[in-house]
Nanobody, 125 residues
Framework: QVQLVESGGGLVQDGGSLRLSCAAS????????MGWFRQVPGKERELVAA????????YYADSVKGRFTISRDNAKNMVYLQMNSLKPEDTAVYYC??????????????????WGQGTQVTVSS
């Protein structure tokens, strides 16, 4: 069983920054592929960023490239999402997710078997 707990969401102005954190349980965290998804009401869940077990493979959605950075600390069972130059269209609930099914970074949400409860990010214009 894997438990994921996000923190760091909040309200920020256009152009501001936030850092999301995700604390994960599990003795084999260092083997998980980790992802950050976001969802707004009425829209499909979107993969924002994902990182392989050792950070060697990283995926970013085109909409966040150059602004967001995903990282992980396997010693602390933590994954982070640094979000800079935030825009109103980044407003969403952000979810941390874990894929225990191999080393390849996958973009499909269905590949991730464990999810956090989500944290709200609101960017005001």
């Amino acid at each position: 069983q894997v438990q994921l707990v996000e923190s760091g969401g909040g309200l920020v102005q256009d152009g501001g920054s936030l850092r999301l954190s995700c604390a994960a349980s599990g003795r084999t965290f260092s083997t998980y592929v980790m992802g950050w998804f976001r969802q707004v009401p009425g829209k499909e869940r979107e993969l924002v960023a994902a990182i392989s077990w050792n950070g060697g493979t990283i995926y970013y959605a085109d909409s966040v490239k150059g602004r967001f950075t995903i990282s992980r600390d396997n010693a602390k069972n933590m994954v982070y999402l640094q979000m800079n130059s935030l825009k109103p269209e980044d407003t969403a609930v952000y979810y941390c997710a874990a894929d225990l099914g191999g080393n390849r970074v996958k973009v499909q949400g269905s590949a991730y078997g464990y999810w956090g409860q989500g944290t709200q990010v609101t960017v005001s214009s």
